[in-house]
């Protein structure tokens, strides 16, 4: 089965302006929780569809997003993001390394 998540994750983010502020690269580091479902996750001691561990298809678990990227200033309260770039770690149980 796919695995369906929503996120909802909050943090610093820190952000260098170029000398005409045009130009801003920013980073973010973000934490928060994941809702995951549509899946198979273990619940209980055993590996999943084991006899002795139990499973089921919706899970919440910690979340990490740690990224950065690029914004363009158009006008002076008008941007454009160029690039971002991010890791996202969820660590639902699936009675290995619950990564």
Do not use: W
Request: net charge positive.
């Amino acid at each position: 089965m796919p695995l369906s998540p929503i996120t909802a994750v909050f943090g610093p983010r820190y952000a260098v302006e170029s000398r005409n502020h045009r130009y801003a690269l920013f980073g973010e580091r973000l934490v928060g929780i994941a809702n995951g479902f549509h899946s198979l996750f273990s619940k209980g001691s055993g590996p999943v569809r084991a006899v002795n561990a139990g499973t089921t298809t919706r899970s919440n678990a910690f979340a990490v997003d740690i990224g950065g990227g690029l914004d363009v200033r158009l006008k002076h309260r008008f941007a454009v993001r160029v690039l971002r770039a991010g890791y996202l770690c969820m660590q639902f149980p699936n009675s290995t390394t619950n990564v």
